[in-house]
């Protein structure tokens, strides 16, 4: 069966932190890119970070210096360390896994919520 499972979300007061988790499939993570986009009420979906099999990193610049991604590769597991958040970053955070030319795979989703 192939599926994302994230979790970590929840409700932190600005400039809390919170650290996401998705675990993945065996087979939708070894030498997948894996990364988390985010979608507020309203917006559309963004890529928040992405990190290859590689090790290779990207993160959106509103994030940058902030959010840190991560990826356990024995425990099929990627993190995303969110640091001094802030209310716009409220949103349903996704987890992707993609491998060119064509697969990509989401989870359902975990709420974070920035609010004092």
């Known amino acids: 069966q192939v599926q994302l499972v994230e979790s970590g979300g929840g409700l932190v007061q600005p400039g809390g932190s919170l650290r996401l988790s998705c675990t993945a499939s065996?087979?939708?993570?070894?030498?997948?890119?894996m990364g988390w986009y985010r979608q507020a009420p309203g917006k559309q979906r963004e890529l928040v970070a992405r990190?290859?099999?590689?090790?290779?990193?990207y993160y959106t610049d509103s994030v940058k210096g902030r959010f840190t991604i991560s990826r356990d590769n024995a425990k099929n597991t990627v993190y995303l360390q969110m640091n001094s958040l802030k209310p716009e970053d409220t949103a349903v955070y996704y987890c992707?896994?993609?491998?060119?030319?064509?697969?990509?795979?989401w989870g359902r989703g975990t709420q974070v919520t920035v609010s004092s």
């Open positions: 065996e087979r939708i993570f070894s030498g997948y890119a």
């Open positions: 992707n896994s993609k491998r060119f030319p064509g697969a990509d795979y």
């Open positions: 990190i290859t099999s590689s090790g290779s990193i």
